[in-house]
Each structure stands twice: as structure tokens, then as C-alpha cells.
């Protein structure tokens, strides 16, 4: 059953604590994103990967960090740094180029204790 | 001027009834179209891309491109009320350091009864 999975659905942080939101992907695409998305408001990419062991910093990038050792595999960490992490986190993967279809995982709500 | 503009809505129309969302981009060498549905909570899923000027059908979906003016238009024909959510557009726009998608913000539809 090919998709994308994220994990946890739900995430709460605690001030000063990194968090790390798990992406997973069995659609054997190239590249993989991590958007934030605040009520009312469209998606902003934070992270994107072409492909293995090589990534960019998206519009928002600050305070996110994010690793690609496996092309199945694409987690997000959430750092202190970020001030104001409270929002929907939502994965996709799709085809190198970009410019092909962006599918999505079902997504990780984030909420400041 | 952002790079993709729709109508926050709320769109507002009777169960039946044809559904027109609408949306503007900046990017004049932009080559790929997406539209996507979102209900409250989920993730946004895939509902047609669009590449060419002109029409693409599928099913109760019509969506329409226009290059020239820098338009695309997403139709629902025989509106449900399941089809009441958001719609985001996404456009595939080329920038120095490779392209991104970019979102609009969405356009909330509601279908009454």
C-alpha cells in the first residue's frame, strides 16, 4: 500500500525542546518537502530535498533542521530557535524535477505546552 | 503582489450548482498548475494539474488555463456538499536557485443543502 506517512499526528513542545516530526515515503519518489501551514493561511516550504544526502533551506528555514540519509526518509526537527513553531506540518513528495505532481502525508498538528 | 492570489472566500453556493474558483499568478514562465481540496484538519489532496492552455475535465472537475492572462480557473459542476472545503491552487514557478511551489492561500467553498 504505497504512501506517505508522518508521525506523530499530534506533537506537544515544551519550551527549550527540540522536537523531531518523522516523514516517511514508499512511493520511491526523489524529492521530499516539509511545509508549515498556520490557520487561514496558504502553505510555506521550510525544507526540500532533490535527493539523498543533499537539501535546501524552503522560505521559512529558520529554526528547522533536517536531515536525508535515506530516500524513504526525510524528518524535520524543530528547534528552540524557533519561536513560534505552533502549526499544521505537512510532508510531500513528488518527482525530481518539481514540477511534478506533490503528494501529501496526512500531517503533524504542533502545539506549545 | 504575491506570486498566487485566489479569493479567501467564503464561496457560498446551492447544492447542484456549478462552483467557479479562481486564481492569479505573477510568474509569467510558470509551466505547471496544480489544484488541490482540503477539508478542515486534513491534508490537501490532489484534484487535477494542468499544463496546457485550454480545458482538462475529469469527472465533475473542469480546469482551465490561460497563459496569456495569467489565470487558472478550477469549475465543480453538480456541486455536493462534500465538496464543501478549501481549494488550494499551486503554481510551479522558476526562480534562481530552481523552482518551488507555490501556494495560494485558499478559497473556502461551501455547497448548502
Known amino acids: 500500500d504505497g504512501g506517505i506517512t508522518q508521525s506523530p499526528k499530534y506533537l506537544f513542545r515544551k519550551e527549550g525542546q527540540n522536537v523531531t516530526l518523522s516523514c516517511e515515503q514508499n512511493?520511491?519518489?526523489?524529492?521530499m518537502y516539509w511545509y508549515r501551514q498556520d490557520p487561514g493561511q496558504g502553505l510555506r516550504l521550510i525544507y526540500y530535498?532533490?535527493?539523498?544526502?543533499?537539501?535546501q533551506k524552503g522560505d521559512i528555514a529558520e529554526g528547522y533542521s533536517v536531515s536525508r540519509e535515506k530516500k524513504e526518509s526525510f524528518p524535520l526537527t524543530v528547534t528552540s530557535a524557533q519561536k513560534n513553531p505552533t502549526a499544521f506540518y505537512l510532508c510531500?513528495?513528488?518527482?525530481?524535477?518539481?514540477?511534478?505532481?506533490?503528494?501529501f502525508g496526512p500531517g503533524t498538528r504542533l502545539l506549545v505546552l | 503582489q504575491k506570486e498566487v492570489e485566489q479569493n479567501s472566500g467564503p464561496l457560498s453556493v446551492p447544492e447542484g450548482a456549478i462552483a467557479s474558483l479562481n486564481c492569479t499568478y505573477s510568474?509569467?514562465?510558470?509551466?505547471?498548475f496544480f489544484w488541490y481540496r482540503q477539508y478542515s484538519g486534513k491534508s490537501p489532496e490532489l484534484i487535477m494539474s494542468?499544463?496546457?492552455?485550454g480545458d482538462k475535465e475529469d469527472g465533475r472537475f473542469t480546469a482551465q488555463l490561460n497563459k496569456a492572462s495569467q489565470y487558472v480557473s478550477l469549475l465543480i459542476r453538480d456541486s455536493q456538499p462534500s465538496d464543501s472545503a478549501t481549494y488550494l491552487c499551486?503554481?510551479?514557478?522558476?526562480?534562481?536557485?530552481?523552482?518551488?511551489?507555490?501556494f495560494g492561500q485558499g478559497t473556502e467553498l461551501s455547497v448548502k443543502p
Open positions: 499551486a503554481v510551479y514557478i522558476l526562480r534562481n536557485q530552481g523552482g518551488k511551489l507555490i
Open positions: 512511493l520511491n519518489h526523489d524529492a
Open positions: 510568474d509569467r514562465g510558470s509551466q505547471s
Open positions: 530535498s532533490q535527493i539523498v544526502n543533499d537539501f
Open positions: 494542468i499544463y496546457s492552455n
Open positions: 510531500a513528495s513528488g518527482g525530481q524535477g518539481g514540477q511534478e505532481t506533490q503528494y
